[in-house]
């Protein structure tokens, strides 16, 4: 069964709008990551946070963590067309440090 | 990512079949696994394997198995394939010397169907 649940399922903007993808999970955490989904093709890692962080950028990606309500979000900012991929979170527990992943969002920006 | 290595890239095959999905790396990554993802959901681990001598079933290892023949090389085997097979199949890397991070790299995708 899969640890984290994305909000929302799908998600269309324009380019240059910002889009915000969120992450539910249900039990403690290690950290917490993002991945990107190009259509069909292999999964490619973008962001960590840690338990014990907050918030933490990349470029143009904010990721925020709040443990207390077991959620997280992803921003892109200044979206591109090439951004149009599915977005991954999964969570890190445990000591045997596998990862369980959600069901994706998919993102799509127009040009 | 071209580290992470997957063949075939497509397969077709007919139920009760056996066949052989091969995963290889260049990372020098000593953990390795194989994940399986259906139409509109996320990945779902089948096995995974911390170094040569230590391989474990993951959620869903039920008609599969595994066989890790170096670090660099881990393959997956459906030993009689059956049509709720039929999905899209990733190996991917980690490194366990990043202090528990697990950043996992994958390999390009294995397109299966069984007929």
């Known amino acids: 069964s899969q640890q984290g649940e994305e909000d929302p399922q799908a998600l269309s903007i324009q380019e240059g709008e910002n889009a915000t993808m969120n992450c539910s999970y249900k039990?403690?955490?290690?950290?917490l990551q993002w991945y990107r989904q190009n259509s069909g093709r292999g999964l490619v890692h973008l962001i960590l946070?840690?338990?014990?962080?907050r918030e933490k950028h990349s470029g143009r990606l904010r990721v925020t963590l709040d443990t207390s309500k077991k959620s997280s979000s992803l921003l892109i900012t200044a979206s591109r067309a090439a951004d149009t991929a599915s977005y991954f979170c999964?969570?890190?527990?445990?000591?045997?440090?596998?990862?369980?992943f959600g069901k994706g969002t998919l993102l799509t920006v127009n040009p | 990512d071209a580290d992470v290595t997957q063949t075939p890239r497509n397969r077709i095959t007919k139920t009760g079949k056996r066949i052989m999905l091969e995963c290889s790396q260049t990372?020098?990554?000593?953990?390795m696994y194989w994940y399986r993802q259906d139409p509109g959901l996320g990945l779902q681990l089948i096995y995974y394997?911390?170094?040569?001598?230590?391989?474990n079933k993951g959620e869903i290892s039920d008609g599969y198995s595994v066989s890790r023949q170096a670090q660099a090389k881990f393959s997956l085997s459906l030993e009689s394939a059956i049509p709720n097979q039929t999905a899209l199949y990733f190996c991917?890397?980690?490194?366990?010397?990043?202090?528990?991070?697990?950043?996992?790299?994958f390999g390009p995708g294995t397109r299966l169907l069984v007929l």
């Open positions: 991917a890397t980690s490194d366990s010397g990043t202090g528990g991070t697990e950043t996992q790299y």
């Open positions: 039990t403690s955490i290690n950290n």
């Open positions: 946070i840690r338990s014990n962080e």
């Open positions: 999964a969570t890190g527990r445990g000591s045997n440090y596998k990862l369980t």
């Open positions: 990372k020098g990554h000593d953990r």
């Open positions: 394997s911390f170094d040569v001598k230590d391989i």
